[in-house]
Each structure stands twice: as structure tokens, then as C-alpha cells.
């Protein structure tokens, strides 16, 4: 059979979209790492599957696969090129809708201006996703291939280590990136994002993503990067950040409050794969 499927992108945050409700197909880990071999696959940082609700209160199940066949919990640029796609194919027609994720659930509205906006619920500290933020974040370190590296941890359903540098793009992300990320201190790896505070309305990031590596975007890594910036009082409450493949705006009013993710999300190509 034939497969249909769709490629998108948030900020260059590429993704594949395949519909599991009007079509059926059993997924498995080595399958995923074929489609997502950018040399003899589709090539993609994420697979995003839809597929039917299991709960009435929601409209679809959100499931996120990274290119090596691994699940996640949690992606932020995916949630608005997920949106946009369900509404493409006329699976839904709703402009605001509640997705299910294995982390819990997510919001989209979809702006008349084409503007996806994700509520990407409260953060918290730490590995706990239930855990809140309401106290001061705490600065950690760990050797790093012999250097002291200082982050703080973040979760956006997610797990995120934020690394603060001077200058993002002398960061030294491809020793520092996966080394951090499969470290045991991180038992279930984490995301690690390296943030430039230029004002306190505007960040530079770069962000290696477990299961990934670096990604031209990552949008639960902007909003936990704006998180800890905030926290640290280095940022104000609204913020546009600046990643290699584009602009997101983050926002998070206050500690009792969701952190809200807007951008575009954009449709690359529509094809089908033989299975």
C-alpha cells in the first residue's frame, strides 16, 4: 500500500504528518529511523502521527516520534504544524482545538492571521512534570568533557537543560550537545538549549535535541530557554526569540500561568511512501 503524508515546517523545524485516521498502519521504531534517514529516507527532526481521540473531551491524540525511532513527550512547533495540518486535510475544522499527549494536553488556536498559538501549559523545575514553578530556579553543574557546564533545568512536559553563553554562535554545541544530552545524570536524556540574552525582550538560541541532534528550531526548547531567562530575571514576559531557522514569540505572564508559543507553521510537499 501507499501511505500519504505530508512535510511541514515550524521555523524550520521539520516535520513528517501522517494521518492514522483515515488511513491504517501499524508504526515501529525501525521504520521511523528509515523515514527519518535525511540520506535514504524522508529526513525529518520529528514524526507527527494524528489519531483518533481516546477521550471525548479532546479532539485528537498527539503522538511525537524523533528520527531515531524514539518517542517524546512534548513539541511545541509540531503542536502548531499539527494544527494547521488537521485543518488542511479536513480532519477538523475547529480553530481552536485540545490535543492529547503522552505528557498531557495541549491547546492550539489558530489566529485569522495564520498564526498558530500553542498553550504549552506551566513549566516546572527539574525532571518533575508535575512540579510548578513557584520557587527561585536552581543553578547546576556538571563536568563536561572537562569543562564546568552550568544549566538550569526546565520541563515543558519535556525535559530541558538551558545553558546561558554570551555568544550563541561560538557556543560550543556539538561537544557540549550530546554529551550533556545522554548524560546519566539525565536518565531519560534532555534537550539542550543554549541561550544568548541580547535585551530582556529578544534571545538568540540554539537547541540539541535528544533523539535529534541540533535542530534549525525547537519550540518547548524556546519556551523553556524564555522560562529560565525570566526566572533568572533576564528577561521580561514576552519575548521574541531568534532561532537558526526562524522567529517564535514566547510568552508567560506569570508563575500561576500556561507559557504561550505563536508562530507560522508552513506546509513543504504532500506525497506517499510505499509500505
Known amino acids: 500500500m501507499r501511505l500519504k503524508f505530508s512535510k511541514m515546517h515550524g521555523a524550520g523545524n521539520d516535520f513528517m504528518m501522517l494521518d492514522l485516521i483515515s488511513q491504517d498502519y501499524e508504526l515501529d521504531s525501525n521504520i521511523i529511523r528509515h523515514w527519518g534517514n535525511r540520506n535514504t529516507g524522508i529526513g525529518f527532526d520529528q514524526l507527527l502521527v494524528v489519531e483518533p481521540p481516546g477521550n471525548p473531551e479532546v479532539d485528537f491524540n498527539y503522538r511525537i516520534f524523533n528520527s531515531d525511532g524514539s518517542e517524546a513527550e512534548q513539541c511545541g512547533n509540531g503542536a ?3 494544527a494547521r495540518f488537521v485543518h488542511d486535510q479536513q480532519l477538523c475544522h475547529k480553530q481552536s482545538l485540545v490535543l492529547e499527549t503522552i505528557s498531557g494536553r495541549m491547546r ?11 498553550d504549552m ?8 512534570y508535575s512540579d510548578k514553578v513557584s520557587c527561585n530556579p536552581v543553578s547546576e553543574t556538571l563536568s563536561i568533557n572537562s569543562l564546568d557546564v552550568t ?4 520541563s515543558m512536559g519535556n525535559p530541558h537543560a538551558i545553558i ?7 557556543a560550543n554545541l556539538e561537544s ?3 554529551a550533556l544530552s545522554t548524560h546519566p545524570f539525565f536518565p531519560d536524556g534532555v534537550n539542550v538549549g543554549f541561550a544568548e540574552i541580547v535585551d530582556p525582550g529578544f534571545m ?8 535529534a541532534g541540533e535542530t534549525l528550531a525547537c519550540g518547548s526548547g524556546a519556551c523553556a530557554a524564555v ?17 537558526p531557522g526562524g522567529k517564535l514569540r514566547v510568552s508567560w505572564p506569570d508563575k500561576e500561568a500556561s507559557v504561550v508559543l505563536a508562530g507560522q507553521a508552513r506546509k513543504v510537499f504532500e506525497a506517499s511512501v510505499q509500505v
Open 151 to 154: 544549566f538550569t533545568r526546565i
Open 80 to 82: 502548531r504544524c499539527f
Open 204 to 211: 538568540r538560541l540554539r537547541v540539541f535535541e535528544r533523539g
Open 121 to 128: 501549559g506551566a513549566p516546572g523545575l527539574h525532571d518533575a
Open 164 to 170: 546561558f553563553v554570551d555568544d550563541v554562535v561560538q
Open 227 to 243: 522560562v529560565a531567562g525570566i526566572l533568572h530575571k533576564k528577561l521580561n514576559n514576552k519575548v521574541k526569540v531568534s532561532l
Open 108 to 118: 492550539t488556536l489558530r489566529r485569522p492571521d495564520g498564526v498558530i498559538e500553542v
Open 176 to 178: 557540549i550537545g550530546p
